[in-house]
């Protein structure tokens, strides 16, 4: 595990389907798959999914981890310009 540079709280890296590394909150969360969702999930496979992290449904897609740019509070100083 490592940690965030910015907010100093820990992290997982996920090799993704497109061979790079992704950083992730490191607690699994249970998804659901809908194609048109803003939120996003890491399979542990590697792919990246537009879901729902509603816990009331009852329609599950699978676990999976929460990219920690969506979590961070200063994940805006990371973003990449060009």
Do not use: N
Not at 27 to 38: D, I, N, R, S
Not at 61 to 66: A, C, D, E, R, V
């Amino acid at each position: 595990m490592g940690k965030c540079k910015g907010c100093g709280r820990e992290i997982i890296w996920i090799m993704t389907r497109s061979g790079k590394a992704m950083p992730c909150d490191p607690e699994l969360v249970p998804y659901w798959e809908a194609p048109k969702a803003k939120q996003k999930i890491v399979t542990r496979q590697g792919d990246l999914v537009s879901c729902e992290l509603d816990p009331r449904s009852e329609k599950e897609t699978g676990t999976g981890y929460i990219p920690h740019w969506s979590t961070c509070p200063v994940a805006g100083q990371f973003k990449r310009r060009g």
